[in-house]
Each structure stands twice: as C-alpha cells, then as structure tokens.
C-alpha cells in the first residue's frame, strides 16, 4: 500500500523553480517506484497528479491530485487506484480535503474487466445514499449541438435512450430511473438539455 511505503532507496529531488520541487525514489533496480511534486514544501500540483505510485513492472499503481497539500480536482478523481493491467481499480472525488462530487458517485470501484463494482455518494466529506445524494444535488444543465451527441452521452454511461418529440421539446428518459433528461432544440438547431433528478417512487 503506497502510505506504508518506506524510503528505503534512492531518492532524488530536483528543483523545478519558483518554489516547486519533485522528489523520485527509485527501486534498487533503478525503476522509478515514486514521485512527487511540491510547492513551498507542500504537495501541490496544478497540471496533473501530485503524487505517482509506480508498480514494479513500471506501471501507474495510483495517482493523487493535490493543491497546497490538499487532495483536490475538479475536472476528474482526485486518487485513483489502478490494477496492475493499467485499468481502474477504483477512484476518489475529492474537493478542498473533501470526498464530494455533485453529478455522480464520488467513490466507485471496479472488476478487472471494466465493469462497476461498487458506488458510493459523499457531499462534503459526508456519506448519503443515492436518494439523499440525488435531493441535495443541484440541477444540471448543459447544452450540446445534436442529438448524436446526447446519444454519445448515454452510450458512455451504459444506458439505452427513448427518444420523443413534440412541439419543440425533445424528451429523452434513460432506462435507469433515476435520470430524465429534458431538451428544447432551438432555432440554430442546437438542443439544450436539462438533467433532472427524478427518485423512484
């Protein structure tokens, strides 16, 4: 596990200017087993992960994103596991120290194979079930150019889409119940879709 790893090799640290620094601890057999970034001697790394573990076979074992010492991404997990394969393994939300994500699961874990193991939601550092998560999240909105895109869009998150229309409003309900999403297709023919939060009765 990478918190009880020991510096037992050898470590190097170069100075990358204006305060920031990156150590690398090597493997005896000089493979890169660690590296990590700093600002001002705290963990700090605004343009990728500031922490990297490495297995042996000199694959990616996991990656923290941290600001001023803090895990922290916006964008994607901020502590990802991988298997040894390079697939995810499982992988964290964090915001300001804080296990919170506010459109998905903020901890999932997986099989070998790529499929969803496990789910779990968090505002906050604070853990809900789905129910709770989906009446605290705020609603969601995003405009995209085609229904082609929307259709990428359930594609990705393994869900079959209805598709109806009537009188300028497209309706497209997932066949999970707890999304529906709702869009209007404007004149320039950009559809603008809203993402509901809809709990199973």
Sequence with gaps: MKNNKLFEN?????????????KTTYNKNGTIESEFYYLNDKRHREDGPASIWYYKNGTIESEDYFLNNKL?????????????????????????????????????????????????????????????????TPL???????????EKIARKEKQEINHIEGEGISYVITNKTKYIYIGEVSENNILSFKQFKYLKN
């Design 10 to 22: 050898e470590t190097q640290t170069e100075d990358l200017g204006g305060g920031k620094t990156k």
């Design 72 to 136: 922290h991404r916006e964008d994607g997990p901020a502590d990802i596991w991988y298997y040894g394969d390079g697939t995810i393994e499982r992988e964290f939300y964090y915001l300001n120290n804080k296990r919170h994500r506010e459109d998905g699961p903020a901890y999932i874990s997986y099989y070998e194979d790529g499929t969803i193991r496990g789910e779990y939601y968090s505002l906050n550092d604070k853990e809900l079930t789905e129910e709770e998560w989906l009446q605290k």
């Design 140 to 150: 969601k909105s995003k405009t995209i150019t085609s229904m082609d895109e929307l």
